[in-house]
Protein backbone atom coordinates (compact mmCIF):
# COMPACT_ATOMS: atom_id res chain seq x y z
CA UNK A 1 0.00 0.00 0.00
CA UNK A 2 1.64 3.71 -1.19
CA UNK A 3 1.74 6.33 1.46
CA UNK A 4 -1.52 7.97 0.19
CA UNK A 5 -3.55 4.76 1.11
CA UNK A 6 -2.25 4.75 4.38
CA UNK A 7 -3.26 8.10 5.32
CA UNK A 8 -6.73 7.15 4.06
CA UNK A 9 -6.70 4.22 5.95
CA UNK A 10 -5.57 6.04 9.29
CA UNK A 11 -8.43 8.94 8.45
CA UNK A 12 -11.83 6.25 8.20
CA UNK A 13 -10.26 5.49 11.71
CA UNK A 14 -9.89 9.08 13.20
CA UNK A 15 -13.38 10.15 14.86
CA UNK A 16 -12.13 13.86 15.80
CA UNK A 17 -12.15 16.28 12.69
CA UNK A 18 -8.70 17.41 11.13
CA UNK A 19 -8.69 20.29 9.37
CA UNK A 20 -8.10 19.69 5.53
CA UNK A 21 -4.47 22.05 5.79
CA UNK A 22 -3.43 20.24 8.53
CA UNK A 23 -3.94 17.21 6.91
CA UNK A 24 -3.02 17.92 3.79
CA UNK A 25 0.55 19.12 5.16
CA UNK A 26 0.74 15.65 6.57
CA UNK A 27 0.24 13.83 3.57
CA UNK A 28 2.87 16.28 2.10
CA UNK A 29 5.30 15.29 4.49
CA UNK A 30 4.61 11.78 4.53
CA UNK A 31 4.91 11.07 0.40
CA UNK A 32 8.18 13.20 0.14
CA UNK A 33 11.14 11.81 1.80
CA UNK A 34 14.55 13.09 2.44
CA UNK A 35 17.23 10.19 2.69
CA UNK A 36 20.60 10.33 4.22
CA UNK A 37 23.31 7.57 3.77
CA UNK A 38 25.28 6.53 6.48
CA UNK A 39 28.79 7.95 6.67
CA UNK A 40 28.35 11.99 6.74
CA UNK A 41 29.61 13.98 9.43
CA UNK A 42 27.41 16.79 8.27
CA UNK A 43 24.67 15.06 7.69
CA UNK A 44 21.92 17.62 9.72
CA UNK A 45 23.22 20.64 7.86
CA UNK A 46 23.28 18.64 5.13
CA UNK A 47 19.60 17.45 4.79
CA UNK A 48 18.57 20.67 6.56
CA UNK A 49 20.11 22.79 3.77
CA UNK A 50 18.43 20.36 0.72
CA UNK A 51 15.30 20.19 2.69
CA UNK A 52 15.15 24.00 3.03
CA UNK A 53 16.06 24.85 -0.88
CA UNK A 54 14.01 22.24 -2.30
CA UNK A 55 10.77 23.51 -0.43
CA UNK A 56 11.44 27.31 -1.56
CA UNK A 57 12.18 25.63 -5.66
CA UNK A 58 8.86 23.85 -4.96
CA UNK A 59 10.92 20.86 -5.93
CA UNK A 60 9.18 19.01 -2.95
CA UNK A 61 5.97 19.07 -4.22
CA UNK A 62 6.90 17.09 -7.60
CA UNK A 63 9.07 14.30 -5.95
CA UNK A 64 8.58 11.90 -3.50
CA UNK A 65 11.61 10.93 -2.63
CA UNK A 66 15.67 12.84 -2.33
CA UNK A 67 18.40 10.83 -1.31
CA UNK A 68 21.61 12.04 -0.84
CA UNK A 69 24.87 10.31 -1.11
CA UNK A 70 28.11 10.17 -1.05
CA UNK A 71 30.08 10.84 -4.75
CA UNK A 72 32.67 8.63 -5.70
CA UNK A 73 36.16 8.55 -4.48
CA UNK A 74 37.53 9.03 -7.45
CA UNK A 75 35.45 12.23 -8.79
CA UNK A 76 34.21 14.21 -5.44
CA UNK A 77 31.92 16.59 -7.21
CA UNK A 78 28.50 17.52 -6.62
CA UNK A 79 25.99 15.53 -8.89
CA UNK A 80 22.46 15.27 -9.49
CA UNK A 81 20.16 12.20 -11.32
CA UNK A 82 16.73 12.76 -11.56
CA UNK A 83 14.52 9.39 -11.85
CA UNK A 84 12.95 8.56 -15.70
CA UNK A 85 9.93 8.86 -14.17
CA UNK A 86 10.64 12.59 -12.54
CA UNK A 87 9.49 10.91 -8.94
CA UNK A 88 12.79 10.76 -7.31
CA UNK A 89 16.52 12.38 -7.21
CA UNK A 90 19.58 11.33 -6.29
CA UNK A 91 22.33 13.99 -4.87
CA UNK A 92 25.71 13.03 -4.60
CA UNK A 93 26.89 15.35 -2.02
CA UNK A 94 30.68 16.19 -1.11
CA UNK A 95 30.41 16.01 2.81
CA UNK A 96 31.68 19.24 3.77
CA UNK A 97 30.15 23.04 4.87
CA UNK A 98 32.57 24.92 2.65
CA UNK A 99 29.87 27.02 0.94
CA UNK A 100 27.33 24.59 1.21
CA UNK A 101 24.21 26.12 0.38
CA UNK A 102 25.62 28.05 -3.34
CA UNK A 103 26.14 24.39 -4.05
CA UNK A 104 23.02 22.79 -2.75
CA UNK A 105 20.90 25.66 -4.65
CA UNK A 106 22.99 25.34 -7.78
CA UNK A 107 22.36 21.08 -8.06
CA UNK A 108 18.75 21.70 -7.06
CA UNK A 109 18.48 24.43 -9.77
CA UNK A 110 19.29 21.35 -12.28
CA UNK A 111 16.49 19.68 -11.23
CA UNK A 112 14.21 23.02 -11.03
CA UNK A 113 14.96 23.19 -14.87
CA UNK A 114 14.12 20.19 -15.66
CA UNK A 115 11.18 19.56 -13.95
CA UNK A 116 9.97 23.11 -15.23
CA UNK A 117 7.92 22.42 -18.50
CA UNK A 118 8.82 25.97 -20.14
CA UNK A 119 12.07 24.28 -19.83
CA UNK A 120 11.40 21.98 -22.66
CA UNK A 121 14.57 19.76 -20.91
CA UNK A 122 15.20 16.18 -23.28
CA UNK A 123 17.66 13.80 -23.12
CA UNK A 124 18.19 13.59 -26.79
CA UNK A 125 19.12 16.95 -26.91
CA UNK A 126 22.30 16.75 -24.83
CA UNK A 127 25.49 16.44 -26.87
CA UNK A 128 27.44 13.52 -27.09
CA UNK A 129 29.63 12.94 -23.73
CA UNK A 130 33.16 12.99 -24.28
CA UNK A 131 32.83 16.00 -26.96
CA UNK A 132 33.62 19.28 -27.34
CA UNK A 133 30.47 20.14 -27.83
CA UNK A 134 29.39 18.54 -24.19
CA UNK A 135 31.59 20.47 -22.19
CA UNK A 136 30.43 23.41 -23.81
CA UNK A 137 27.08 22.51 -22.52
CA UNK A 138 27.67 22.04 -19.44
CA UNK A 139 29.12 25.37 -18.96
CA UNK A 140 26.81 27.18 -20.68
CA UNK A 141 24.11 25.57 -18.32
CA UNK A 142 26.04 26.41 -15.34
CA UNK A 143 26.60 29.94 -16.22
CA UNK A 144 22.84 30.28 -16.91
CA UNK A 145 22.39 28.53 -13.77
CA UNK A 146 24.99 30.73 -11.44
CA UNK A 147 24.07 33.82 -13.00
CA UNK A 148 20.33 33.79 -12.14
CA UNK A 149 21.60 32.83 -8.33
CA UNK A 150 24.06 35.60 -8.53
CA UNK A 151 21.50 37.89 -9.95
CA UNK A 152 18.61 36.81 -7.31
CA UNK A 153 20.88 37.61 -4.48
CA UNK A 154 20.98 34.07 -3.72
CA UNK A 155 24.56 32.15 -3.12
CA UNK A 156 26.00 30.11 -6.27
CA UNK A 157 28.49 27.54 -6.77
CA UNK A 158 31.03 29.88 -8.59
CA UNK A 159 31.33 33.50 -9.00
CA UNK A 160 30.77 35.73 -11.88
CA UNK A 161 34.31 36.26 -12.07
CA UNK A 162 35.53 32.45 -11.59
CA UNK A 163 32.69 32.01 -14.25
CA UNK A 164 34.44 34.28 -17.14
CA UNK A 165 37.66 32.63 -16.35
CA UNK A 166 36.35 29.40 -16.97
CA UNK A 167 35.20 30.24 -19.88
CA UNK A 168 38.73 29.82 -21.65
CA UNK A 169 38.45 25.73 -21.36
CA UNK A 170 35.75 26.21 -23.58
CA UNK A 171 36.47 28.41 -26.10
CA UNK A 172 40.03 28.49 -26.45
CA UNK A 173 39.94 28.94 -29.99
CA UNK A 174 38.37 32.42 -29.61
CA UNK A 175 39.95 35.66 -28.45
CA UNK A 176 40.47 36.84 -25.38
CA UNK A 177 38.90 39.94 -26.41
CA UNK A 178 35.92 37.97 -28.40
CA UNK A 179 35.54 35.81 -24.97
CA UNK A 180 34.91 38.84 -22.86
CA UNK A 181 32.41 39.70 -25.16
CA UNK A 182 30.90 36.25 -25.65
CA UNK A 183 30.43 36.42 -21.78
CA UNK A 184 28.86 39.09 -21.17
CA UNK A 185 26.23 38.38 -23.23
CA UNK A 186 25.89 34.81 -21.69
CA UNK A 187 25.89 36.51 -18.17
CA UNK A 188 23.43 39.12 -18.98
CA UNK A 189 21.00 36.95 -20.79
CA UNK A 190 17.25 36.47 -19.84
CA UNK A 191 15.46 32.90 -19.57
CA UNK A 192 17.05 30.16 -21.75
CA UNK A 193 15.05 26.57 -22.57
CA UNK A 194 17.21 23.92 -23.43
CA UNK A 195 16.94 23.72 -26.75
CA UNK A 196 18.98 27.43 -27.09
CA UNK A 197 21.54 25.51 -24.91
CA UNK A 198 21.59 22.48 -26.75
CA UNK A 199 22.33 24.62 -29.79
CA UNK A 200 24.59 27.14 -28.25
CA UNK A 201 26.71 23.95 -27.45
CA UNK A 202 27.69 23.48 -30.80
CA UNK A 203 27.28 27.09 -32.02
CA UNK A 204 27.52 29.91 -29.82
CA UNK A 205 26.79 32.28 -31.95
CA UNK A 206 23.51 30.69 -33.48
CA UNK A 207 22.54 32.84 -30.52
CA UNK A 208 23.17 36.56 -31.10
CA UNK A 209 24.07 37.75 -34.84
CA UNK A 210 26.28 41.03 -33.75
CA UNK A 211 29.02 38.47 -31.89
CA UNK A 212 29.25 36.33 -35.02
CA UNK A 213 29.82 39.82 -37.02
CA UNK A 214 32.49 40.69 -35.05
CA UNK A 215 34.18 37.28 -35.11
CA UNK A 216 34.17 37.38 -38.80
CA UNK A 217 35.38 41.05 -39.17
CA UNK A 218 38.28 39.66 -37.17
CA UNK A 219 38.83 36.51 -38.80
CA UNK A 220 37.67 34.60 -36.46
CA UNK A 221 35.51 31.13 -36.14
CA UNK A 222 34.20 28.46 -34.02
CA UNK A 223 36.27 25.42 -34.12
CA UNK A 224 34.36 21.74 -33.39
CA UNK A 225 36.02 19.70 -30.99
CA UNK A 226 35.13 16.06 -31.54
CA UNK A 227 36.86 14.97 -28.16
CA UNK A 228 37.68 17.00 -25.20
CA UNK A 229 40.95 15.72 -25.33
CA UNK A 230 41.45 17.95 -28.65
CA UNK A 231 39.70 21.04 -26.29
CA UNK A 232 41.73 20.92 -23.93
CA UNK A 233 45.27 20.56 -25.97
CA UNK A 234 44.18 22.93 -28.39
CA UNK A 235 46.57 25.85 -28.53
CA UNK A 236 45.89 28.86 -30.78
Same mark, same amino acid.
Given at each position: !??????????????? +????????????????? !??????????????????? &????????????????????????????????? &?????????????????????????????????????????????? +??????????????? &????????????? +?????????????????????????? #???? !??? $?? #?????? !??????????? $??????????????????????????
Amino acid at each position: !MNSLGCFNNIARNIK +TRIPYGIWAKLIERRIY !MIKIVDGFENSKQISKMIE &DVAGELGISQKLEEIVIKHPPADSPLDMNYLSS &DNKSLDLEIVDSLDNLEGRVRHELMHVADQLNEKFKYKDSLIPRKG +TGAFRRYKYLWNVYI &DSRLVKSGKPSYD +TQEAREREIEECYPELSAALRKRCFA #FLWG !MGL $LD #FEQISA !MSRDLFSAVKE $LKSLAQSHGEKQITFETIEELKSYRK
